[in-house]
């Protein structure tokens, strides 16, 4: 049973930085893609970005860009969202997710396993 587990959430000021982590378990993943979703009250789930487990190929949304950086240490099969730059609108749950499709993957509906996420909130 595959599990992903977040974690580093928190309270941040404008400008400032926080690195979310997704512990994963329960399979290999170099077969997987590996993604990070995020949704405010009211909005619906969104794509954050993603990483190919296997060759660490990234792709990222056009609003955090150059501000967040996505990464993965296969030696302890974790995930990392580097968020710098921030703004009170990256303000949302934030979720790992988990893909047996090949490719970019940037639907929440073809991602087969979800972490239960963590909370981000940007003050101004």
């Known amino acids: 049973q595959v599990q992903l587990v977040e974690s580093g959430g928190g309270l941040v000021q404008a400008g400032g930085s926080l690195r979310l982590s997704c512990a994963a378990s329960?399979?290999?993943?170099?077969?997987?893609?590996m993604g990070w979703f995020r949704q405010s009250p009211g909005k619906e789930r969104e794509f954050v970005a993603m990483?190919?487990?296997?060759?660490?190929?990234?792709y990222y949304a056009d609003s955090v860009k150059g501000r967040f950086t996505i990464s993965r240490d296969s030696a302890k099969d974790t995930m990392y969202l580097q968020m710098s730059s921030m703004k009170p609108e990256d303000t949302a749950a934030y979720y790992c997710?988990?893909?047996?499709?090949?490719?970019?993957?940037?639907?929440?509906?073809?991602?087969?396993?979800w972490g239960q996420g963590t909370q981000v909130t940007v003050s101004s």
């Open positions: 997710a988990a893909t047996l499709r090949v490719g970019i993957q940037t639907s929440q509906y073809v991602y087969d396993y």
């Open positions: 329960g399979r290999t993943f170099s077969h997987y893609g």
């Open positions: 990483i190919r487990w296997s060759g660490g190929g990234t």
